[in-house]
T-cell receptor, first 112, second 114 residues
Framework: DAGVTQSPTHLIKTRGQQVTLRCSPK?????VSWYQQALGQGPQFIFQ???????QRGNFPDRFSGHQFPNYSSELNVNALLLGDSALYLC???????????FGPGTRLTVT | AQKVTQAQTEISVVEKEDVTLDCVYE???????LFWYKQPPSGELVFLIR??????QNEISGRYSWNFQKSTSSFNFTITASQVVDSAVYFC???????????FGPGTRLSVLP
């Protein structure tokens, strides 16, 4: 049984560009959350998707957007990249909104 | 507002020493969950333990033990007889949403030297 998977593993982008990160939840999980972890800091909650809609959102600008597909996989999009967007982006999934999340390995984004 | 504080930024110990990682949390919710995660250099968060606010019983799992005290809003983590493989960043996290949408502390980097 595969756990949470994320792609790509690493990504390098230039300031001002746009990026899309992908997450496939653990089998049987329908809820996906995204976190940003800057170097030397704890992960910070970006938003959560359930039933293809954004359910909750942390303190992140509108440049950060997402999507959930009917198969429960999810994308995180970041527009107009800033150097400060360089971080490890973690995806977490759960079987519904009332259960514990499981984390994926993350995508490391570097903005130059 | 919810907040998690891990005052120890970095700790270094010699193998076989015991080490305690501190965690202090703030929340106005009466029902909440506390977690500890380990993050090795690979980056993936490894779940260690979950505790809900109604269960103050301390727990031991092998060399790991946890001390939850609501009176001081603390959830400390002790590794007994530390090993080099314990070297990692450890995060304490709080969730008032059934284990979702965590608020993480800044982490404590533990280095266990041979």
């Amino acid at each position: 049984d595969a756990g949470v998977t994320q792609s790509p593993t690493h990504l390098i982008k230039t300031r001002g560009q746009q990026v899309t990160l992908r997450c496939s939840p653990k089998s049987g999980h329908d809820t996906v959350s995204w976190y940003q972890q800057a170097l030397g800091q704890g992960p910070q909650f970006i938003f959560q998707y359930y039933e293809e809609e954004e359910r909750q959102r942390g303190n992140f600008p509108d440049r950060f957007s997402g999507h959930q597909f009917p198969n429960y996989s999810s994308e995180l999009n970041v527009n107009a990249l800033l150097l400060g967007d360089s971080a490890l982006y973690l995806c977490a999934s759960s079987p519904g909104t009332l259960y514990e999340q499981y984390f994926g390995p993350g995508t490391r984004l570097t903005v130059t | 507002a919810q907040k998690v504080t891990q005052a120890q930024t970095e700790i270094s110990v010699v193998e076989k020493e015991d080490v305690t990682l501190d965690c202090v949390y703030e929340t106005r919710d009466t029902t909440y969950y506390l977690f500890w995660y380990k993050q090795p250099p690979s980056g993936e968060l490894v779940f260690l333990i979950r505790r809900n606010s109604f269960d103050e019983q301390n727990e031991i799992s092998g060399r790991y033990s946890w001390n939850f005290q609501k009176s001081t809003s603390s959830f400390n983590f002790t590794i007994t007889a530390s090993q080099v493989v314990d070297s990692a960043v450890y995060f304490c996290a709080l969730s008032a949403d059934y284990g979702q949408n965590f608020v993480f502390g800044p982490g404590t980097r533990l280095s266990v030297l041979p």
